[in-house]
């Protein structure tokens, strides 16, 4: 297998640009999403500047009336809203809020990790230290490192390995089908590995959702995600149940792993059990599964 010269690291390679952005789990599912242009950040900009100017001269008001009892107090908390203002605003909006500021949600934008992961407080506070920088002046600076960079970062982006993104918002079908027809696969086919709450949360959405797809097209889009599986799990069954029926495959391990009565005895998924099941937070189709 040849490898190619890795070229990643360089952010102002010369690439045409695009606004298509794909990120590789660990499970080697590829995720797709659109960055967000620099038109459409200007205009979250804009609106979120009117909020902040807005919430500024309300402030100012209650100010010069406290001026009045306590000229230096008043001052002073005034000088600390405005810092909280300009940089708080949007490191704590994006920090808290799942990488939104007021205007990023209302155009449908979201920051979030280079490898497609949420940001936490910190990322949100790294990203937004530099925005003095990207802002002058007239945050020339900003939209220069935006326009040469691949995935329209600004400065603050780089320093924080961020980007962002325009949300799709699709809704697709949910088909409710009874969970007891899905058989947890026995312990004993499996090695000590266990998934992190996000890969089965992404098992679980998906196959929530299959009913957009038809099956052999549900089994293609599994595939990938039921072969790194049945990898980490060493899974020592039946291994036509990956190749032919990897959407089954992933559908058995997530309930394996969901159902809280699995964890305790080894054997449990071999014998049936009348204890009663833990509740999913979706539901699935098991529906043409092994068609």
Known sequence: MSIDTP???NPFRNEPLSLDYAVETPETVVLHYQLAGPAVRMMAYMLDFIIRATATFVISIIVEFAGLLAPGFAMGLF?????????GYYAICEGFFHGKTIGKHVLGLRVIHE????INFWMAVNRNFIRAVDSTPLYIPGLISMICSRKFQRLGDLT?????????RVRLPREPVILEKIDPIPLNQLNQYKPDEQTLAVIGDFLSRRVAVDYKRGHELSRPLAHEMARKFQFRGDPEL???????FIARIYVTFIRNDQNTDPEASTTPST???TKLPVFITTENWDE
């Open 160 to 168: 924080a390995g961020t980007v962002v993104i325009t949300e799709r």
């Open 7 to 9: 070229t990643t690291d």
């Open 115 to 118: 490898n497609g992961h949420p």
């Open 79 to 87: 000088l600390l809203w405005l810092f909280i203002n300009g940089w």
């Open 275 to 277: 204890e009663p099941k």
């Open 242 to 248: 990956v190749r032919k029926f990897p959407m089954a």
